[in-house]
């Protein structure tokens, strides 16, 4: 088999060691003769493998027990307004942080249910800082505060947790389970699995449960957390190919030292993008203001266009894959979630000194 570096933003590389288990489980998962894929979700197996996910991502977060975990479908897309519809209660107005893509679409969605203050916004410098809390316009009154850690697109990532007096909602997609966080701070926190979980539909939701059961009685059933938190994700069938794969992620987490050895990974792997760039004399450029820069997703930018091309046809070439940027902002990104090897990163960050040299 060719071995080639993904650098996808999403669906991404998962680890080589969990895809492997799987291929051996696939068609009889721990002598039942049953495929994961084959079971029923209500059945012991099943239920075995979700309760094992939830306990170790329990463990992995150290996710208090007054939080509820749910595996829910629908993408991060559609928490947009399953968090409006379920957290607004008696309230009007919902505070939103601006950072980008993630965040002006869940602005967007969230006009349809609540009045949406934007508390503070990037977009004057093109979205490449995170905007100082100090400046915030924060409502007392809003119902929570959502933000997005680590904006995919825009390689911009929060260093901190905010401070809010509301709830705080976090759409932690591209950055759950890459570094330590203080689950307590939050309020709700949710995340499309494909990038640092597993495979695309499964949407991950960690949320306090005296903010469960606030939902408008004509909405629909499917839209509930409260409903789904009743049910321990199994209100209907719940994506279980997904959950079994998310669940040897966990275990693979676990192996490498947990949350904190992935940390420590991440920075590393960051860290040589982030040299190579900002050591070849201008030939690279990241736009993203240094203290916000992204380590899950590294945004860069060439000199010219035909460059850029060059570029990408090259990587290519050499079975680095899938580094073209988003088509909305173009240019370079290099995504090295958790299951990014560090030996693919060394390998782009040669390439690119290589190439600067030969081009430059
Ligand atoms: C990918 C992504 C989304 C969209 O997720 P879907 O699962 O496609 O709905 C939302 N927010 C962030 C931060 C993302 O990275």
New binding site residues.
Partial sequence: MTQVYNFS??PAVLPRDVLLQAQQELLDWHGSGMSVMEMSHRGKEFMSIIHEAETDLRQLMGIPANYKVLFLQ?????QFAMVPLNLLGDKKSIDVVNTGH?SK?AIKEARKFAEVNIVASSEDRQYTYVPDPASWRTSPDAAYLHY?S???IGGVQFPYIPDSTVPLVC?M??DILSRAVDVSRFGLIFA?A??NIGP?GL?LVIVREDLLGQLPAHMPTMYDYRVHADADSMYNTPPTYAIYIAGLVFKWLKQQGGVPGMASRNEEKAGLLYHAIDSSQGFYHCPVETPFRSRMNVPFRLGSPELEAAFLAEAEQRNLLQLKGHRSVGGMRASIYNAMPLEGVKTLASFMVDFARRHG
């Fill in positions: 933003a999403g629908g993408g991060a897309l559609s993630w679409l997005v680590n904006e995919t759409d997609s591209s499309g494909q990038k695309s949407t």
